[in-house]
């Protein structure tokens, strides 16, 4: 059997994909393969383990994470995720940076290799776009960002696919960041506004918080003066002591996480007991119409990522870089012709000079 190759789906490729795609498809595409996977919708079985990792706390504060997820029969996908907050100043790189792996589960091969940096912003978004669906009033109008960053970007795309927003109220501590946000997320003219956290609470009818707090550094808003009806979605807790949300906040508001045990270890439900918790996303979307019935009350959405949620990225962007052709593809696994010799893979030459090193050492 010929040595099989992995399909390797860079920055090139992905760029070319959502290019032809176009960037409001593909969200569309991956909330709708979201939902499925996470109500057990069409397709095989999928489940996933608990990601773990390591705290990185030199040179500077940091996680790298592993993330393992599997569709029983097609594929087992693993992401690896580096967070320094450190990055975008000290070395021009996004905050969050990952690579998405995809494994044929019959053999184990290593099918495709994914940019994971892109794939995590879009699908971050998406999933807040699916838990405001059901969460949020549906004419909300207002939209508030605190944190300019590049998941911002993504939640303001995503949520948009799903809400008709009239005004973008946007706050960061850093003001390049805020000036510079407009721009970065390519929305009509006018639409976004830099306005103070006080304004940004009172008016919005969707609020989400992407900041880069650091551990213990939190809240990031006040929330005394919120709608009633407000619904949050917390995106920047995501490791022990990392929160986002005032605590008399949550205790006020209806919380649902993504996964529960995950957010009670890094997420706003940190500060929680477990009978302070509310649904998860799953139970959100397997039963919608009872869950909208709290959209009269304040609502949050604690996201801290889902390892089914880059099993559906990188199964996505897979199946596209297939259709329309684009990545590249190498071998990367020691195969060859006979399976059972570790060697055969080597030139023959290679093979042949081991004969005269055997019994050199004694």
């Not at 019959?106 to 405001?132: E, I, K, N, Q, Y």
């Amino acid at each position: 059997m010929q040595a099989e190759r992995t399909h390797i789906v860079d920055a090139e490729a992905v760029a070319t994909i959502v290019t032809k795609v176009g960037l409001g498809q593909l969200y569309d595409l991956t909330i709708a393969r979201m939902e499925a996977a996470l109500t057990g919708g069409p397709g095989a079985p999928v489940e996933m383990k608990q990601r773990d990792g390591f705290l990185l706390e030199t040179p500077q504060l940091g996680l790298l994470e592993w993330m393992p997820a599997v569709r029983q029969g097609t594929t087992v996908s693993i992401k690896m995720v580096a967070y320094n907050p450190h990055n975008p100043v000290k070395n021009q790189l996004p905050t969050i940076l990952s690579t998405l792996c995809a494994f044929d589960t019959d053999s184990g091969h290593l099918r495709a290799v994914v940019d994971g940096t892109f794939a995590t912003a879009v699908r971050t978004g998406a999933a807040s776009a699916l838990a405001s669906r059901v969460l949020a009033r549906p004419d909300s109008a207002v939209l508030g960002l605190v944190g300019c960053g590049a998941q911002a970007v993504t939640q303001l795309h995503a949520l948009a696919r799903v809400f008709s927003f009239s005004e973008v109220l946007v706050h960061d501590k850093d003001a390049r960041a805020e000036r510079s946000f407009a721009a970065r997320a390519r929305m009509p003219e006018g639409l976004v506004r830099v306005a103070p956290l006080a304004e940004v609470e009172e008016r919005a009818d969707v609020l989400c918080t992407a900041t880069s707090v650091g551990p213990h550094e939190g809240p990031v808003i006040r929330g005394t003066s919120l709608k009633p009806w407000v619904h949050v979605n917390t995106i920047g807790s995501d490791m022990p002591g990392k929160t986002e949300l005032p605590l008399d906040l949550l205790r006020a508001a209806v919380v649902c996480p993504d996964h529960v045990e995950q957010a009670r270890a890094e997420g706003d439900c940190q500060q929680l007991a477990p009978e302070e918790i509310g649904a998860p996303l799953p139970d959100l979307l397997r039963d919608p119409d009872a869950h909208r019935r709290l959209s009269p009350v304040t609502t949050v959405y604690d996201s801290t990522g889902l390892a089914l949620q880059d099993l559906v990225m990188v199964e996505v962007l897979e199946e596209l870089a297939r259709d329309l052709d684009v990545g590249h593809h190498v071998f990367i696994e020691a195969t060859a012709d006979d399976p059972q010799d570790p060697y055969s893979f080597l030139p023959a030459e290679v093979t042949r000079s081991l004969a005269g090193t055997a019994g050199a050492r004694r």
